[in-house]
T-cell receptor, first 116, second 110 residues
Framework: DADVTQTPRNRITKTGKRIMLECSQT?????MYWYRQDPGLGLRLIYY???????NKGEISDGYSVSRQAQAKFSLSLESAIPNQTALYFC???????????????FGPGTRLLVL | QKEVEQDPGPLSVPEGAIVSLNCTYS??????FMWYRQYSRKGPELLMY????GNKEDGRFTAQVDKSSKYISLFIRDSQPSDSATYLC??????????FGTGTRLQVFP
């Protein structure tokens, strides 16, 4: 089984709808991240969480919210989806201890979101 | 100016060629450098990790970091069609966040 899973893998929604993307991990990592990937812009950080009680905004958090339900689960919500949120979304995890652990992030397979 | 610059390619080479992928950066606080490989419709996977300056070799892959020039490279020897993917450089300093390049798309043809 994959260490980092994302659901759904693909989603089409309409402008104004609320949508939630979910991420689960079995790596036992305490740090989790949400990124979006757009052609020509690379991976950009939306939100990150260093433990269940710690949530931080990333580079592009406007229009998004997150919830860390447990150490293994981190959800991303689009409260009112808009077309320019069409992108590939990735969840990632990392450990907080160990040489290079904090910098070594493990990515899920991604969710392809289309907002019409 | 972006903190990390990476040529998007695409880069197309014949099987067996030596491939050189590069990134430049502007933040002198970066000290952790990584290369991720991303196959089509997949998440990025860590390929190489380097701390500070120097070289690191792993099989056909060699990562180089030149902090004085703010320049990192990934070399792939004896490239294979299975190496066809997008390669992302990533780096961080003391902020616990990774800054990614935009990725270079590589195609190795038989």
């Amino acid at each position: 089984d994959a260490d980092v899973t994302q659901t759904p893998r693909n989603r089409i929604t309409k402008t104004g709808k609320r949508i939630m993307l979910e991420c689960s991990q079995t790596k036992g990592h305490d740090r989790m991240y949400w990124y979006r990937q757009d052609p020509g812009l690379g991976l950009r950080l939306i939100y990150y969480s260093f433990d269940v009680k710690d949530i931080n905004k990333g580079e592009i958090s406007d229009g998004y919210s997150v919830s860390r339900q447990a150490q293994a689960k981190f959800s991303l919500s689009l409260e009112s989806a808009i077309p320019n949120q069409t992108a590939l979304y990735f969840c990632a995890t990392s450990a907080s201890v160990g040489t290079g652990a904090r910098e070594t992030q493990y990515f899920g397979p991604g969710t392809r979101l289309l907002v019409l | 100016q972006k903190e990390v610059e990476q040529d998007p390619g695409p880069l197309s080479v014949p099987e067996g060629a030596i491939v050189s992928l590069n990134c430049t950066y502007s933040n002198s606080a970066f000290q952790y450098f990584m290369w991720y490989r991303q196959y089509s419709r997949k998440g990025p996977e860590l390929l190489m990790y380097t701390y500070s300056s120097g070289n690191k070799e792993d099989g056909r892959f060699t990562a180089q970091v030149d902090k004085s020039s703010k320049y990192i490279s990934l070399f792939i020897r004896d490239s294979q069609p299975s190496d066809s993917a997008t390669y992302l450089c990533a780096m961080s300093g003391n902020t616990d966040k990774l800054i990614f390049g935009t990725g270079t798309r590589l195609q190795v043809f038989p």
